[in-house]
């Protein structure tokens, strides 16, 4: 006999759920605590298990429909077997008494709702699950309801747009074409740093001998379904995290293409219209593509792809030496790929600190990458399944190549509306005005700082200034990382552009100097301290080092006080700690580090 599956009760206030996404499709054998599908609460996103195993013989109420509590949603039953009469009309059965569910919600989604129900519930960084509110057609609300604030684009810029604008009293809808979270969330921040620590515990693993721990053998492999599924995970957490927060701020989401209109309404897939009285447009960036032979080879891969393939390429191609290329060629690196650098300018991360260049340099080579830096790519050529890369510096063969070249921004929400546009990015003044009355644009599409970080700031000012506020967003102390080991933290000037405008006193101190970091055997890296000499402004530091982007919050904070170097060598920083290193420095260009021995 078929079994219901209901919309579940998940909490005492909850009336209604909505339908999110069917993760099994009509006729697929399902087991027993298998995730079903994924509702949507008054609060948060939720997978439902299956309370049986058998077959998905019926699914009744499709993604984005609403349905009131303990209403039959679908039927699981013995293959071939057809659901209850009236089934077909997606009437509910009877239904199931409360206290005998057919399915069970999933029991961290459940502790995900308490936590958004007591405003526990933290935006991670950077972080996406499609609150998707239901379409038009099944809504209780009309559309032509108006809202104070639409954003389109739920990433870090279009999420915290949508909230800080609840936060402030408005009513906003927001529209996101695919999971909320965007890049940072799904293909970008958390997916790679993810991977990175998975490097991490590789090169722990293989440098535990010199610490006297002797594992026996350090070979081991890699269950790649496990570590896309880890990665996944973290993801589904973090992204379920914004959802629930975006509907516990009462944010109306809509899954689909937002576009403005003409009359600057934001048409959904081209059917609903939603009218507002401002609009944030925070649609983010894509990877950019080369206009070279061969680039169309599904052998080359961007950092969308990259993250889920099953199989680690022998030999990698990364094109690209900048922040993105360094941390992927970290990543296959550790899983076991040869990796090439190819680079067109003359050194890696060529918009940081010459000497953290120098350092990622040696960084790299120590890790057994070859770098062609100064190399112009100029043709890819594929022959039996593997990729000829031709440079005017040398040929190489690789199996994969990673395509690391920079971003564009997506300009897919721009519709019907002209916008004045900056190297192809949205142009916008201080306060993330464009150039069109009562809309605002934040985040990657603006191309003003490509960090989740900045993002998260430049989608708070938009939204406080379409809810009438006036405030500007100063991205001068935005610190840049790079989660390398040891890794990387800049902020500020680069000792170059300092020297160009000021008279600079530059302060260093090695990590081979540090306690904590000879303790931990992390001694490679420096942190160097730029420092105005008429004022003692510090106008840039850059770390090479363990928790280097933990450590350049400090110096970004510091620094967004104005505070002196002289005031900032006299904090008392815990001991052992890596940030001492950056007291130190910070000592050293007043010619005072008391951990350095006298100059001559
Ligand atoms: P996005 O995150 O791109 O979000 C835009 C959203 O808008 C997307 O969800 C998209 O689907 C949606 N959208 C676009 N057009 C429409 C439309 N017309 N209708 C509806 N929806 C639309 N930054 C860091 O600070 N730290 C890092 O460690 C870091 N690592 C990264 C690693 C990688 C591999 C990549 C690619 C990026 C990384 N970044 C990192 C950059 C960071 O991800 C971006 O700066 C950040 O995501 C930008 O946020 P955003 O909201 O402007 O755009």
């Given at each position: 006999?078929?079994?219901?599956?209901?919309?579940?009760?998940?909490?005492?206030?909850?009336?209604?759920?909505?339908?999110?996404?069917?993760?099994?499709?009509?006729?697929?054998?399902?087991?027993?605590?298998?995730?079903?599908?994924?509702?949507?609460?008054?609060?948060?996103?939720m997978?439902?298990?299956?309370?049986?195993?058998?077959?998905?013989?019926?699914?009744?109420?499709?993604?984005?429909?609403?349905?009131?509590?303990?209403q039959?949603?679908?039927?699981?039953?013995?293959?071939?077997?057809s659901a209850?009469?009236?089934?077909?009309?997606?009437?509910?059965?009877?239904?199931?008494?409360?206290?005998?569910?057919?399915?069970?919600?999933?029991?961290?989604a459940?502790?995900?709702?308490?936590?958004?129900?007591?405003?526990?519930?933290?935006?991670?960084?950077?972080?996406?699950?499609?609150?998707?509110?239901?379409?038009?057609?099944?809504?209780?609300?009309?559309?032509?309801?108006?809202?104070?604030?639409?954003?389109?684009?739920?990433?870090?810029?279009?999420?915290?747009?949508?909230?800080?604008a609840?936060?402030l009293?408005?009513?906003?809808?927001?529209?996101?074409?695919?999971?909320?979270?965007?890049?940072?969330?799904?293909?970008?921040?958390?997916?790679?740093?993810?991977?990175?620590?998975?490097?991490?515990?590789?090169?722990?693993?293989?440098?535990?001998?010199?610490?006297?721990?002797?594992?026996?053998?350090?070979?081991?492999?890699?269950?790649?379904?496990?570590?896309?599924?880890?990665?996944?995970?973290?993801?589904?957490?973090?992204?379920?995290?914004?959802s629930?927060?975006?509907?516990?701020?009462?944010v109306?989401?809509?899954?689909g293409?937002?576009?403005?209109?003409?009359d600057?309404k934001?048409?959904?897939?081209g059917?609903?219209?939603?009218?507002?009285?401002?609009?944030?447009?925070?649609?983010?960036?894509?990877?950019?593509?080369?206009?070279?032979?061969?680039?169309?080879?599904?052998?080359?891969?961007?950092s969308?792809?990259?993250?889920?393939?099953?199989?680690?390429?022998?030999?990698?191609?990364?094109?690209?030496?900048?922040?993105?290329?360094?941390e992927?060629?970290?990543?296959?690196?550790?899983?076991?790929?040869?990796?090439?650098?190819?680079?067109?300018?003359?050194?890696?991360?060529?918009?940081?600190?010459?000497?953290?260049?120098?350092?990622?340099?040696?960084?790299?080579?120590?890790k057994?990458?070859r770098?062609?830096?100064?190399a112009?790519?100029?043709?890819i050529?594929?022959?039996?399944?593997?990729?000829?890369?031709?440079t005017?510096?040398?040929?190489?063969?690789?199996?994969?190549?990673?395509?690391?070249?920079?971003?564009?921004?997506?300009?897919?929400?721009?519709?019907?509306?002209?916008?004045?546009?900056e190297?192809?990015?949205?142009?916008?003044?201080?306060?993330?005005?464009?150039?069109?009355?009562?809309?605002?644009?934040?985040?990657?599409?603006?191309?003003?700082?490509?960090?989740?970080?900045?993002?998260?700031?430049?989608?708070?000012?938009?939204?406080?200034?379409?809810?009438?506020?006036?405030?500007?967003?100063?991205?001068?102390?935005?610190?840049?990382?790079?989660?390398?080991?040891?890794?990387?933290?800049?902020?500020?000037l680069?000792?170059?552009?300092?020297?160009?405008?000021?008279?600079?006193?530059?302060?260093?101190?090695?990590?081979?100097?540090?306690?904590?970091?000879?303790?931990?055997?992390?001694?490679?890296?420096?942190?160097?301290v730029?420092?105005?000499?008429?004022?003692?402004?510090?106008?840039g530091?850059?770390?090479?080092?363990?928790?280097?982007?933990?450590?350049?919050?400090?110096?970004?904070?510091l620094?967004?006080?104005?505070?002196?170097a002289?005031e900032?060598?006299?904090?008392?920083h815990?001991?052992?700690?890596?940030?001492?290193?950056?007291?130190?420095?910070?000592?050293?260009?007043?010619?005072?580090?008391?951990?350095?021995?006298?100059?001559?």
């Amino acid at each position: 006999m078929a079994t219901a599956i209901i919309m579940p009760k998940a909490g005492m206030a909850m009336e209604e759920g909505t339908v999110v996404k069917w993760l099994k499709a009509e006729g697929d054998s399902v087991q027993q605590g298998e995730p079903l599908l994924e509702i949507l609460t008054d609060k948060v996103n939720m997978e439902i298990e299956a309370q049986v195993s058998g077959t998905l013989i019926r699914i009744l109420k499709q993604e984005g429909e609403v349905v009131p509590v303990t209403q039959v949603i679908g039927y699981i039953g013995a293959a071939g077997e057809s659901a209850p009469q009236g089934a077909a009309t997606a009437q509910p059965t009877t239904p199931a008494p409360q206290s005998a569910p057919a399915v069970q919600p999933h029991a961290g989604a459940a502790i995900l709702a308490e936590a958004a129900a007591e405003g526990k519930a933290e935006p991670q960084s950077g972080q996406a699950a499609p609150a998707v509110q239901p379409p038009a057609a099944h809504t209780s609300a009309p559309d032509s309801d108006l809202f104070d604030v639409a954003v389109i684009g739920g990433g870090p810029a279009g999420y915290v747009a949508a909230i800080k604008a609840a936060q402030l009293g408005g009513k906003v809808a927001l529209v996101e074409k695919d999971i909320v979270g965007g890049t940072c969330l799904n293909r970008g921040c958390i997916p790679t740093k993810t991977y990175l620590k998975n490097a991490e515990v590789i090169d722990t693993i293989r440098r535990a001998d010199q610490r006297g721990i002797l594992l026996g053998s350090t070979d081991f492999k890699l269950d790649m379904e496990k570590i896309i599924s880890v990665k996944n995970g973290v993801v589904k957490t973090l992204t379920g995290g914004v959802s629930g927060l975006l509907k516990s701020y009462g944010v109306r989401t809509y899954k689909g293409v937002g576009r403005i209109t003409k009359d600057k309404k934001v048409s959904v897939d081209g059917k609903e219209l939603i009218a507002a009285k401002k609009i944030v447009l925070a649609g983010g960036s894509k990877p950019s593509r080369l206009n070279i032979p061969g680039m169309e080879s599904s052998l080359v891969l961007t950092s969308d792809e990259i993250l889920d393939l099953k199989e680690v390429p022998a030999e990698l191609a990364v094109i690209g030496g900048g922040v993105i290329g360094i941390e992927m060629a970290t990543v296959f690196g550790a899983y076991g790929s040869k990796v090439t650098i190819i680079e067109m300018e003359s050194r890696l991360v060529p918009f940081m600190d010459k000497e953290i260049s120098a350092e990622m340099e040696k960084y790299a080579k120590e890790k057994g990458f070859r770098v062609m830096t100064s190399a112009k790519l100029e043709k890819i050529e594929e022959t039996g399944g593997k990729l000829k890369i031709i440079t005017d510096k040398g040929e190489l063969q690789a199996d994969k190549a990673l395509l690391s070249v920079g971003r564009v921004a997506d300009l897919e929400a721009l519709g019907d509306i002209e916008f004045a546009l900056e190297r192809g990015k949205i142009k916008v003044n201080d306060r993330m005005e464009t150039s069109v009355e009562g809309i605002y644009a934040a985040g990657d599409i603006t191309g003003r700082l490509m960090l989740a970080h900045a993002a998260f700031k430049m989608g708070e000012v938009a939204a406080a200034n379409a809810m009438g506020r006036n405030e500007k967003a100063n991205l001068a102390y935005t610190p840049s990382c790079v989660y390398t080991m040891p890794e990387v933290g800049s902020v500020g000037l680069t000792e170059e552009a300092a020297a160009a405008k000021y008279e600079i006193s530059v302060g260093r101190y090695l990590f081979g100097a540090n306690g904590r970091a000879l303790a931990s055997g992390e001694k490679s890296g420096f942190v160097k301290v730029i420092i105005d000499k008429k004022y003692g402004e510090i106008l840039g530091v850059h770390i090479v080092g363990p928790a280097a982007a933990e450590t350049v919050n400090e110096a970004a904070a510091l620094m967004s006080t104005e505070i002196t170097a002289h005031e900032v060598s006299e904090i008392i920083h815990g001991h052992p700690t890596f940030s001492e290193a950056f007291m130190e420095a910070v000592a050293d260009s007043l010619k005072k580090s008391i951990h350095k021995p006298k100059a001559d």
